[in-house]
């Protein structure tokens, strides 16, 4: 009753501008597993389509391996489908404190927490260790959860730029006052795939008595040479108070999260953080995979390296082909179209020619900074990259950016 046609009429509004906008986020069904090739149903009703998938977050193409499946099958069976309770109460089984010993072992820390999902670590770590005595100073482009999270905590907030170093140690000058202070970066981030200067960080975290918190979900299981995570690319394995991370990108997929670090802030979060006392505990045959993927990467560093090698040979045959990439070394390739209905239709484009990508544009990336963001996987073969590439290469012809200048693309398409 309350839901009038007035009401009605205002959201409908709110959607169509969304449209108009061509901001509005749509939906492809895949009727397969995820993997580098999927059968794609788009636009919805249509018959299905082959498509190599480029944009997943299957880093190390462990979301469909068959050492998985069954490890999460053999879960199943042993350890049953849901345990219908939270950890505290009657929701932790042997496998979930199996799984926190050995992420406390993998990423080199003290001991981990489990959480449903590394949104929900972020949500609840901030409130669990900080009060309002304390101190949050954040890079301005950490992740979406991680906000959130900051928003929960009754701790005073305060950001530096991107990356900058000095931004970050005159915002450490500033609150030194302050009880706790508790630096927070995302290890890899995720629109530019660029990242953070941890070797730098510790160092001025340990100059001005600071506390650390790396979000790795962007690098956990691939970057550094075993896979450990940015702390080990920048050789601080150790030495970071906490880090957050997921299990649904490299580390198989699926789902949940945790909060790896200091004991004592580990065992706060057990205490106190909300999103572990008050959600469900990640399902027996979810624990069970993740323990799988450890297991693999732990005893070869083969699916890490193949990736990187998959990353080079993109990256470098990107630019030989004439576009403009955010220059890096994860797998996290960008190519910049800067205008967002160019984005929009050159991720079209591919899919007409059997690629899946998709654009990015504002809100989700500033403006005039719209980009197709592809992300590469150990699960690709040569084939697949080779594919894509002549699909990129064809579809920039057609869009006559080859070669060109940022401001010469600027110039034909406008920002
Ligand atoms: C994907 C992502 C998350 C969210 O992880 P979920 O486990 O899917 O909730 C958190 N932080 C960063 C940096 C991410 O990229």
Redesign the pocket.
Known sequence: MGYTDQTRAMYREILDGLKEAGIYKEERYIHSPQAADIEVEFPEGSSLKKVINICA?NYLGLSSHPEVIKAAHEGLDSHGYGMSSVRFICGTQDIHRKLEHMLTEFLGTEDTIL????????SGVFEAILTKDDVMISDRL?????IDGIRLCSAMHDTYKHSDMEHLESKLQLHSDRRLKLVIT?????MDGDTAKLDKMVELCEKYNAMLLV????ASGFIGKTGRGTHEKYNVMGKIDVI??????GLGGA???CVSGRKELVEMCRQKARPYLFSNTIAPPVVAGVIRVLEILSATTERRDKLEKNTIFWRENLQKAGFIIKEGDTPIVPIMLFNARLSQNFSRDLYDEGIYATGFFFPVVPQGQARIRTQISAGHELHHLEKALDAFTKVGKKYNILGKTKQEIIDMYGM
């Open positions: 977050n959480f449903p999902s590394c949104l929900d670590a972020n950490v992740h979406a959860s991680l995302d290890g890899v981030f995720s979000d790795d979900s962007h957050t991370t997921t299990f649904g990108k789902s949940g999260g």
